[in-house]
């Protein structure tokens, strides 16, 4: 039972490149999200997915897309790469919503030069 | 704008002595609080939960208080070991999980 995987674990862009993040989930879970982590800033969501098929942006979505077309996996997807976007991206998953505990994954530490 | 603040960054407390990590929060909606505990180079991992019909939820050497009225909660952390070293996440449920910045507490020896 591995839990919350993502891949990859390091990753450096350049400028304008895109690249997609997986996140894989074996325990059977509705929820799955998507956080970013900054210095000082805490978690921030960038999107979620109660279900296979369906998305939903969070708190700071933009130049991010999502896909879940499996239920065990959630996409996220950066088309065209800035430096703001530099950070740790950590994916989670719960069984249910919001009350219902959320598993991390180990996180995936991106760099845009 | 944050609704969940943890307004130390950091904590100190020597190895046996209790940690106190406090948050407080902004939106009287908020119903269910939980804190994460995150260690370098690791995802956060669930530590303790309380919901807002309780004031008060023990699990071991940590407890969690909540103060409705104040809108504030605190993490106590009795007695407070070396490995309990790491960064402290408060968060508040809404339709998704609202993170405060965290607090980093070191036990030292």
């Known amino acids: 039972n591995a839990g919350v995987t993502q891949t990859p674990k390091f990753r450096v862009l350049k400028t304008g490149q895109s690249m997609t993040l997986l996140c894989a989930q074996d325990?059977?879970?509705?929820?799955m999200y998507w956080y970013r982590q900054d210095p000082g800033m805490g978690l921030r969501l960038i999107h979620y997915?109660?279900?296979?098929?369906?998305?939903a942006k969070g708190e700071v979505p933009d130049g991010y897309n999502v896909s879940r077309l499996k239920k065990q996996n959630f996409l996220l997807g950066l088309e065209s790469a800035a430096p703001s976007q530099t950070s740790v991206y950590f994916c989670?998953?719960?069984?249910?919503?919001?009350?219902?505990?959320?598993?991390f994954g180990p996180g995936t530490r991106l760099t845009v030069l | 704008d944050q609704q969940v603040k943890q307004n130390s960054p950091s904590l100190s407390v020597q190895e046996g002595r209790i940690s106190i990590l406090n948050c407080d929060y902004t939106?009287?909606?908020?119903?269910?609080f939980l804190w994460y505990k995150k260690y370098p180079a690791e995802g956060p991992t669930f530590l303790i939960s309380?919901?807002?019909?309780?004031d008060k939820n023990e699990d071991g050497r940590f407890t969690v208080f909540l103060n409705k009225s104040a809108k504030h909660l605190s993490l106590h952390i009795v007695p407070s070991q070396p490995g309990d070293s790491a960064v402290y996440f408060c968060?508040?449920?809404?339709?998704?999980?609202?993170f405060g910045k965290g607090t980093s507490l070191l036990v030292t020896p």
């Open positions: 968060a508040a449920s809404g339709y998704a999980l609202n």
């Open positions: 997915s109660v279900g296979e098929g369906t998305t």
């Open positions: 939106n009287s909606m908020f119903d269910y």
């Open positions: 989670a998953s719960s069984l249910a919503g919001s009350t219902d505990t959320q598993y």
């Open positions: 325990m059977n879970h509705e929820y």
């Open positions: 309380i919901s807002s019909i309780k």
